[in-house]
């Protein structure tokens, strides 16, 4: 769902918060891993809250749905459920 303002004399469409808590921004790299430990990805947290975050990558086509998430710097991985994706971004809500 989109609102529309009024930007410029021209309309502009505004996304609509949906998220319970809200995000902080951040720069963290992240490693995702699935398949039993053997296939790994690095990606880069933009912003995080308490239950999820937006990683962004190279490339989420090989990402599955629900994965282990290490973040750098906290010394222990959480597992993460695919909300949303794009092709070089994607949505994950921690379980």
Request: proline content about 5%; charged content about 25%.
């Amino acid at each position: 769902m989109m609102t529309v303002l009024e930007s410029q004399n021209r309309p502009v469409e505004v996304p609509v918060e949906r998220r319970n808590t809200r995000r902080t921004r951040s720069f963290k790299g992240a490693v995702l891993r699935f398949n039993n430990g053997y296939s790994a990805l690095s990606a880069v947290i933009k912003n995080q809250s308490e239950g999820g975050a937006m990683l962004v990558m190279g490339d989420t086509v090989g990402v599955p749905c629900d994965a282990m998430m290490e973040i750098n710097g906290e010394g222990r991985a959480r597992p993460v459920h695919l909300i949303w994706r794009e092709p070089e971004r994607m949505g994950v809500r921690f379980d």
